[in-house]
Each structure stands twice: as C-alpha cells, then as structure tokens.
C-alpha cells in the first residue's frame, strides 16, 4: 500500500520562503529524519480554518500558549492533523524512530525552559 505523504502547513512568505522560527523546528526534524512531505503555504488568516477543517481542537490558552491555533501543524499519513510542535515531534518520532531526535537526553526540557524564560524576558 503506497503511504501518503505528509503535509507540512507552513507559513507564507511573499516568496515562498520558509521564515518562521516556529515552523523551521518541524521542518528540521522532517529533513533530518527523511522523511517525505508537501509544504502547505498558508497565510495567518487561514489558519485557524485550517486547523478547525482537519478536526484540530483549540490549545488551550496559558502563560505560554497565546493562541489557539498555530503553525507548524502537519497531516499524518494516518490523516490525522496536529499542531503544536513538540506533540508533532513526538508523533513524527513514533512513526519515524530513526534516526532518533534523542528527546530523552536531558536538554529538551531544558531548551523549552529557557525559551519560555527568553520569551518572558522580550516583554511579552
Ligand atoms: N508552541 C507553538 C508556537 C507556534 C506559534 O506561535 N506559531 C505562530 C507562528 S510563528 C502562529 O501560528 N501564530 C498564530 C497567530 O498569530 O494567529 C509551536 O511551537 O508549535
């Protein structure tokens, strides 16, 4: 049976190009375990019809989480939808296993601290 491949919903730039902090994490993990995918250029206005068409409930809304809906979201194989990068890396690391993000090495966590502690520092 000839899987699908997945679709990565990413940000568009007036050119095309890939400029989103947040989207380039998934695309790295993508390209660092090769694994097939289609780029969905999609504009911010979008993206909540988007996500609410592929059955992506809302995040739920906290210190660190402002919105609702966000890039990068991808479409499984399986065609599920998900948003929210680290569940998405946590999926694409079940379904793809090697070569492995080695999410259990002790930095992760750590890497999401600083960054919550840096986005706090920038005024938000
Ligand atoms: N924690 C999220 C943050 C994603 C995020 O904030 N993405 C921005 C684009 S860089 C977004 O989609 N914002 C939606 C909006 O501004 O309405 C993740 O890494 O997946």
């Not at 000839?2 to 679709?7: A, D, F, M, T, Y």
């Not at 492995?100 to 966590?109: I, K, P, Q, V």
Request: hydrophobic fraction near 35%; charged fraction near 25%.
């Amino acid at each position: 049976m000839e899987s699908k491949p997945i679709l990565f919903y990413d940000l568009a730039g007036r050119v095309n190009k890939c400029y989103s902090n947040n989207t380039w994490k998934i695309r790295l993990v993508l390209n660092y375990k090769a694994v097939p995918y289609e780029v969905v250029h999609t504009e911010y206005p979008d993206i909540k019809d988007l996500l609410i068409s592929k059955g992506v409930k809302p995040n739920v809304i906290d210190e660190y989480t402002w919105f609702p809906f966000t890039l990068p979201a991808v479409t499984l194989p399986n065609g599920s939808t998900v948003q929210n990068s680290r569940a998405i890396v946590d999926e694409l690391e079940r379904l793809f296993p090697s070569p492995s993000m080695r999410l259990d090495n002790g930095y992760t966590e750590r890497a999401i601290r600083l960054a919550h502690d840096l986005d706090g520092a920038w005024g938000r």
